[in-house]
């Protein structure tokens, strides 16, 4: 928040710091794919774009044959950056040949717990944004595309609504961008508050104007049946705001970045016990946690003092890490077979001083609410696990209750759940990703914060179950009688 | 006579051609209806059922879905304070606590005067700015007790409390209902023409006709 760090012209940033009209991110002095102009205060205006190499991705692609454009994507191996890390550059192939039109949505809705990026990608660069998405429908054919902003993010909304009006105008989108046959409108869209929303085809149903309930699977790609029943590619705001530098620098440049599998920069945020949180973009598969966590240019450690209990690695739906874990690298592949998931790069870091039980009662109090009701498994399961954990808070847990949580979740997500290792005790990791007994993964994800933590803290839900307010909770209670 | 005042009117018009399908801006005209009135009222869920070809159930089944739809009247000012994890572990509650106590109105309640309402929610993407809150949807980043006062009274003597925002944008602060301040807005002669699906038969003419191959779709 510092506004002297930086130099005097209000240009450059001093490398490590905070950049006080991008509140959050912190230039790390680390390659830029995404947030190169986030030092400029004008980052969101067209001139400024325009004068560090806006747009240029998307000459470079309408001098190229589509299906040229596309194969650099697919080079790159640019992979999602919603949450589920699947190849842009594949998805982009999945729509059925002949059938026409097809869409392109764009994943704003940005509503998981830790995530903050998407927002930042609105708010100061949305012509890094249009420019994706416009290269997108170029590659693919596409006429139109609808930006799906979440609807709490009143200043993004206008952002790239200020956006869109300058590039319409200018000729970037529209009728004969630059001059050539490609025309492409861009539907500004914005949601309304549901966290559901997020998963790709409760976001066509929304946008098609209904209650934001996801579609039942398959088809798995809304690639195949999507809007209006017709192909459509959805994507997020990061994946496709990586696409102009793609375009501008080559597929093989990007690859040069982070490592084999997971090659080019993420954003990700790390909120809670450190010293300096922050969204940092960040080389991916060679940077670790311990890096992000101690690291001179990222986090600086945890805040004064205190020691490391926990962290959720990739938003509120993975499974929780602990110290063991450190020193795994920011790798899908390798983070999924540790027990959890890299996600939508949302850290959340805890230190000694957290009440495990009330992280993950606040946790799980918050898929109950979301849960959108379609399948019995996530609506009754989610609630019934809010409410014991609520009892077990509020110190009217009752001994079958941890048996009782363990028993709900495997309704709704049967056999041996996604968790981390636990050395001290000898247990194994079991990998990424849960099975589900419900139509989207969000009745899964509810468990992630019970199985972590009971596996690890059992004794601090016990604790609270025989000593709640101080008065001993009578002898065990026969498990049929458990779970109002 | 429509419901939307004349402004409005032609906004909705504008909205609608936007969409292939007129359903579509069903959740887009909710929030213009919100921006006019505050809230959704049965008259304006009528009204945007006949703009977009749907019924009136319809409209309400789609709008009592999002939480930022409000079907009675609500403060000029909502204050949302977080309080899932990355702001619980920074104070989020504490913060909510101290809303609650000198608004006098407890989480969902409105004041008396009607000034303002406050919102338990759920996580608003501010994470690494914990703890925070937002008014009319506005951001107020690592929050305190004394920032939230200040704010309150901003608001209460009258004055913008977007100075003291997180974007730092300044400006008028909107009364509830109005989310982007801007617009977008497409002339006639720049749109590439919005059409329904059933009127679209072939790949559109930049691409090659032989071009995008299926690799297995799913
Ligand atoms: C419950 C749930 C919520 C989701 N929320 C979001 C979200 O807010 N933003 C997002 O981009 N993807 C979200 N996703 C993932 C999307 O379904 C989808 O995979 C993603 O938008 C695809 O884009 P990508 O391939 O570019 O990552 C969510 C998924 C689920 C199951
Ligand atoms: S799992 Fe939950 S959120 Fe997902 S479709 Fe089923 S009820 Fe809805």
Redesign the pocket.
């Known amino acids: 928040m510092d506004a002297d760090l930086r130099d005097g012209d209000g240009g450059g940033i001093v490398t490590g710091t905070y950049v006080p009209h991008a509140a959050g991110y912190v230039d790390n002095g680390g390659p830029k794919v995404v947030t190169s102009r986030f030092g400029h205060e004008d980052s969101f205006t067209l001139e400024r774009s325009l004068a560090t190499g806006g747009y240029e991705g998307l000459r470079t692609a309408l001098a190229m044959a589509p299906d040229d454009v596309h194969g650099q994507i697919r080079e790159a191996t640019l992979l999602?950056?919603?949450?589920?890390g699947?190849p842009?550059g594949v998805?982009w192939g999945f729509c059925p040949e002949g059938v026409w039109p097809r869409y392109l949505v764009v994943?704003g809705?940005?509503?998981?717990p830790g995530t903050y990026k998407d927002r930042l990608l609105m708010e100061r660069d949305p012509h890094q944004l249009i420019e994706g998405c416009l290269i997108a429908c170029y590659a693919l054919g596409l006429t139109q595309c609808f930006l799906y902003v979440r609807g709490e993010m009143a200043l993004a909304q206008e952002r790239v609504a200020a956006a869109l009006n300058e590039a319409y105008a200018a000729g970037y989108v529209g009728r004969e961008v630059l001059e050539t046959q490609f025309s492409v409108d861009i539907t500004l869209h914005w949601g309304a508050g549901a966290?559901?929303v997020?998963?790709?085809t409760a976001l066509i149903e929304s946008l098609e104007g209904n209650r934001g309930m996801p579609r039942l699977k398959p088809p798995y790609f809304p690639a195949a049946i999507g809007l209006y029943g017709q192909p459509t590619i959805?994507?997020?705001?990061e994946?496709l705001a990586n696409v102009p530098w793609i375009m501008a620098n080559g597929a093989a440049a990007y690859r040069q970045m982070g490592s084999e599998a997971s090659p080019g920069t993420r954003m990700f945020a790390i909120s809670g016990h450190v010293v300096r949180p922050g969204v940092y973009e960040v080389e991916q598969g060679i940077t670790t946690f311990r890096d992000l966590f101690y690291g001179e240019e990222y986090c600086q450690g945890i805040r004064d003092g205190h020691e490391l209990k926990m962290f959720i690695p990739g938003g509120g739906s993975a499974p929780w890490f602990f110290a063991e874990h450190l020193d795994l690298p920011l790798e899908a592949r390798e983070v999924g077979a540790a027990g959890s998931m890299l996600g939508s790069g949302a850290i959340i870091v805890m230190d000694e001083t957290t009440d495990a039980v009330k992280a993950c009662h606040r946790m799980v109090r918050f898929f109950a609410r979301e849960s959108c009701g379609k399948c019995s498994p996530c609506r009754e399961g989610t609630s019934w696990e809010e409410k014991i954990l609520a009892r077990i808070l509020n110190g009217h847990g009752r001994p079958s209750d941890i048996d009782l949580l363990l028993d709900v979740g495997d309704n709704i997500s049967p056999g041996p759940y996604p968790v981390a290792s636990h050395a001290d005790e000898g247990l194994e990791a079991v990998p990424f990703p849960p099975r589900q007994t419900t139509i989207?993964?969000?009745g899964p994800s509810s468990v992630a914060p019970i199985t972590s933590t009971i596996r690890r803290f059992r004794h601090e839900f016990e604790a609270r179950i025989t000593r709640g307010d101080g008065i001993p909770v009578a002898a065990a209670v026969p498990a049929g009688e458990a779970g109002s | 006579m429509s419901w939307f005042d004349a402004a409005n009117e032609r906004i909705a018009r504008e909205v609608l051609a936007r969409y292939p399908k007129p359903k579509s801006a069903v959740i887009p005209l909710l929030h213009l209806a919100q921006e006019q009135e505050g809230w959704v009222t049965p008259d304006a869920m009528t009204e945007i059922a006949e703009l977009t070809g749907t019924t009136a159930a319809e409209v309400l089944g789609t709008a009592s879905f999002y939480e930022m739809f409000k079907f009675h009247p609500v403060g000029k000012y909502v204050v949302n304070v977080c309080t899932n994890v990355s702001c619980q572990l920074l104070g989020g509650e504490e913060l909510l606590d101290h809303v609650e106590s000198t608004l006098g109105v407890r989480a969902g309640g409105t004041t008396d005067d009607g000034l303002f309402t406050v919102e338990d929610v759920e996580c608003v993407a501010a994470c690494t700015e914990a703890p925070c809150f937002t008014v009319n949807y506005r951001y107020f980043h690592r929050a305190d007790v004394d920032i939230l006062n200040e704010v309150v009274a901003d608001i209460r003597a009258g004055r913008s409390p977007l100075e003291r925002g997180a974007a730092g944008d300044g400006g008028e602060l909107p009364e509830h209902g109005t989310l982007g301040r801007v617009r977008q807005h497409v002339t006639a002669d720049r749109l590439a023409g919005v059409v329904a699906p059933e009127q679209v038969d072939g790949p559109p003419s930049w691409m090659p006709t032989s071009a995008t191959a299926t690799e297995g779709a799913s």
């Open positions: 999602g950056r919603g949450g589920a699947f842009a998805k994943n809705d940005e509503s998981e966290y559901i997020g998963e790709e959805v994507n997020n705001v994946t989207c993964p969000l």
